[in-house]
């Protein structure tokens, strides 16, 4: 494609509101635009890496057994309503009300479309195993789109769903797409690291993130640096010895007694304010659930994690108490809550079971117990793995050191089990023709953000070196023209033959300097650069380089194509 | 593909709903799936058939220079505020408020969204013509979705938009668009005929539509049967001398009188009861308009064409008047208007013109004028051409004999001028650095009702006959299994080189009878079948047919692929 009729604009400022290198490099190479936020329009060389990318996903799905379908985007409530998620989706799900005055989902995953496709299908164990899949718009309303398209409204995915009769299929089929996963973003050119992941509003009791560790990310993942343990900080496990030690020297427990601590409500003040470390003072948080209001205990220096909270009170709705539900719950105001006579559920972290003459609220505005103790002052109904890890724990497998690092996720895959098709009534017959629920599983790949996490992983200052198989054209031919109209008659020619020889060229066939010529070509990363100008015309001659290899390569114009596909082969991004 | 795990179900029984043949086959080959009314799953089949269709289009657009890339699903309200088509689009246009409380879009088309992209390019003269398109899922909420996937909600769409900086290169950019169209058709095996057209809400001057001439159609189409000319009957003029006879014999008027008609509302009803022709009568028909009330006069027999009802009378809203609002205008009651004394605006339809001593409405309930007259009792504002043609009309060119047929539009092509170049300011800079806004146009394929149409085009009594270019599969190969493993070995054998030989193979591999996969494999429609049974195996060979030729040809196994390559090169569909 000759790049003045190819609608490619770039730019040599950074946006604005970029926060991320990709983002930044996206936009000034005319990659993608956007619409509004967390809405993007793909320009014609994000296009062109979008299908490239697809096509690497699709290969591997269409090698691992998977069959490819395409499911629309508007879903009717109903559906969502079968399975209890049209609430739970909260703000996040896009909906409208149609003329009639049907509400309609825009659909974020395909769970239920895909259960009502196959639930309908009339299958019997013949017809088992079966993994379906799409290349399909998204549509997630994010509170906070950031980072360019890695974290959007609208985006594309690749989603996936098997359908087993019994788990030990459904692990075989989760394995393919493990498998499968893995060489689709090594063939991306991501280093993607699987790690153990909450399975959220999908559901299901075991998934896998596939997390790409470069800053544009929102993950915190933990990789055990002795064994393979790796996870996303929301599922890391904490080791603990578990519940109040048996060993506890009772002798030491002081007088509880009440001090004022006027106006100090963060961990910090209060320490500071009493004199006390935060690790002797035990945050009491409440939280709304579903069955009723919950207190949560951990240790000043540590942080509720909530997915884990959710899990073990068995909530299928949490949310941080407001101030005036606290209130009403601990008959104090926020920052000033504690356990003693508090009337309601209260759990508390494994941390805190070892804290002797600890400090908590007094459920009284400026006042705060000291000196506080478990068993004595107050028993919480259990002891449990509640809280975030922090730099410092031992990985909860081998003991060995953890390290915390940030990470994009690119993939995800559920072993969902029988949560969609007991639900949805999305059976098989067995050979003794009896109904039985499929086992299923989902697998999740981000397609429009595995193009930002692929330049977040490979550029220079100079701007994208792009992985050999997403890159958009696979050559740039540089013409410098200047007054000689030989370089363009030889150009003309040139770029006929690359392109005979299946190569796909851009040319920069523009009246522009050198100089914005070279920037462009670095900005834009394509792998091979070809460049023509009058010195080497004259010496019969053109230039011949690799994007990510400074070196060139004067080869005799007749030998341009030879020494492009050497170099392209050479290529290893 | 082995059709055990295709995730492919037939069925025998034609779905309840379904009114035409695409609909009915497209179900019952497992092309497609229903998930609410107008929203369709493409199932395995339905999707790879889409993709052919889609790398069809790709091709041809890209061959004729247009660029690819992709736009957003989700529009911010206010470009659709920008060009005034927020309101025009009324309820067809999909909605939905996001969580900040702005209003998306779902986009219906993209004219605003890529003038916006355009407009923000800086583009000069020299960058221009330049022509962008995208395959992209759209939203229209029909009021009665119909015929399958030929009239949905939700469907894919191949849009392009051309730049250029004078009505010269439109008219160059349109007429590769339209060359281009033709190619692709005919390549999906379709007979698309260029019509003229109504330009509608995307507006413009000069529009064609493409109609393939097939029974599941909701357009009119009118073809000369001696000259070239072919329109949209929305579209289509009416031949007329034009205004009052200038030989009109005065002597003839009769006196006029008002008639009871007690209860005759209809022309039919009124005319039986006078005792005349409905060519006698001349109904007048009260239109709300964004300009005030509006009557229309046509003859009896004859019907409003309101899109060119609204163009003349540069109306931008126009619709029938409700009875409360007639009553309003006329001070009587529906079935009764007439333009004698009535205070609105009145035109007139050429076929008035000529009429001596006929009926209209009164404005009074039960009460007509007869021997009404021209001039003498009323005077419209204008006559002009607002009335649908009807069979018998002459060509409006040449005079010649019409043709009526019913079509599916299967493409769209506008020439927009500045209509979107002007109110979102998307301009470019001449050689004297002058701003002008561009001249734009407009091409819309669909690309899912291609399929729909080209199925329509191409069945027989047992299924679908596939074009070409767009089946899912080139070859279905038929094991006759039964006891016999042999023929599941050299099954797989055939099927592996078939394969490797490049050809698209699904096999149907399943443990059915005979009868059952020769019915599945026409009703499929799989441009050519290969089966091979025990008495072939005993003999060595295997059996090649085309799907639209009962004709076997017996071959040997180790000649199998050579044989369905020849029945390949064959096959013209």
Known sequence: MKWSKSFIQTFREDPADAESISHKLMVRAGLVRQLQAGVYTFLPLGSR????????????????????????????????????????????????????????VLGPTHEEVVTDIVRNANLSYRNLPVNLYQIQVKFRDEARPRFGVVRTREFIMKDAYSFDTDFDGLNKSYQLMYD????????????????????????GDVSHEFMVLVPAGEDRVLTCTKCAYAANIEKAEVKSSGGLPADRDTTELRVREKKETPGKRTVEEVAQFLGVSPRDIVKT???????????????????????????????????????????????????????????????????????????????????????VNLNRDFKPEAFADLRLAVEGDPCPRCGGPIQFSIGVEVGHVFKLGTKYSEKMHCEYLDPEQKRKPMIMGCYGIGVTRIMATAIESHFDKDGIIWPKEIAPFQVELVTLVGKETKVAEIGEQVYAELTKAGLEVLWDDRDQAPGVKFKDADLLGLPIRVTIGKRSI????????????AEQTSVPIGDVVKAVQEQWNAYVV
């Open 49 to 104: 890496a979008l299908q490239k990318i697809a096509n690497v996903v699709r290969a591997e799905m269409n090698a691992a057994g998977a069959i490819e379908l395409l499911m629309p985007v508007m879903h009717p409530a109903e559906l969502w309503q079968e399975t209890g998620r049209f609430d739970g989706y909260g703000d996040a799900m896009c909906k409208f009300k149609d003329r009639k005055g049907h509400v309609n």
């Open 180 to 203: 499968a996963y893995l060489r689709i973003f090594t063939r991306c050119g991501l280093k993607a690291r699987p790690v153990e992941a909450d399975t959220g509003l999908i559901g």
């Open 285 to 371: 948080l409440i939280y709304k659930t579903d069955k009723g209001p919950l207190a949560v205990l951990v240790r000043g220096d540590h942080e509720v994690n909530e997915p884990k909270l959710a899990r073990f009170a068995k909530a299928a709705k949490l949310e941080m108490a407001s101030p005036e539900y606290i209130q009403e719950v601990t008959g104090g105001p926020i920052g000033f809550s504690g356990p003693i006579g508090l009337r309601a559920r209260v759990l508390a972290d494994h941390g805190v079971a070892p804290l002797l003459n600890f400090v908590v609220g007094a459920n009284v505005r400026d006042l705060h117990w000291v000196n």
């Open 538 to 549: 004259e010496a019969g001659t053109a230039d011949v380089r690799r994007r990510n290899n």
